[in-house]
């Protein structure tokens, strides 16, 4: 026979919460190119041409469209890096992010 006591527990494992996460949101401007966006969405986003020709065309008729949905630090260094390519080449080009609700 086993000796071990078995005792109820006393303590409460923390619940911890899922991270956020945050949407890349692509802003439309007047500036920059048709092609050079879905370029970037592609290059960036790794969209197909279809996907990236939809997202830029969504967002050049409503004024902004979400491109993609990634942890923070994932959100925030692919906006970055999409809005300095079209910096890289004088372009206005705007991403930003935000966090889901
Ligand atoms: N509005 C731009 C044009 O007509 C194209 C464009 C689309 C720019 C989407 C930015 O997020 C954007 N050349």
């Known amino acids: 026979m086993s000796d071990v006591v078995t005792r109820p527990r006393t303590t409460t494992k923390p619940q911890v919460e899922r991270p956020r996460l945050y949407k890349v949101i692509l802003i439309n401007d007047d500036f920059t190119p048709r092609d050079f966006v879905t370029m970037v969405l592609k290059a960036e986003f790794r969209m197909t041409q279809e996907e990236a020709y939809r997202v830029m065309i969504t967002a050049h008729r409503l004024g ?7 942890a923070r630090d994932v959100a925030e260094t692919k906006a970055a890096r999409a809005t300095e390519a079209g910096r890289a080449k004088g372009y206005p080009l705007l991403f930003t992010t935000e966090p889901e609700e």
């Open 64 to 70: 902004a469209c979400v491109v993609a949905v990634y």
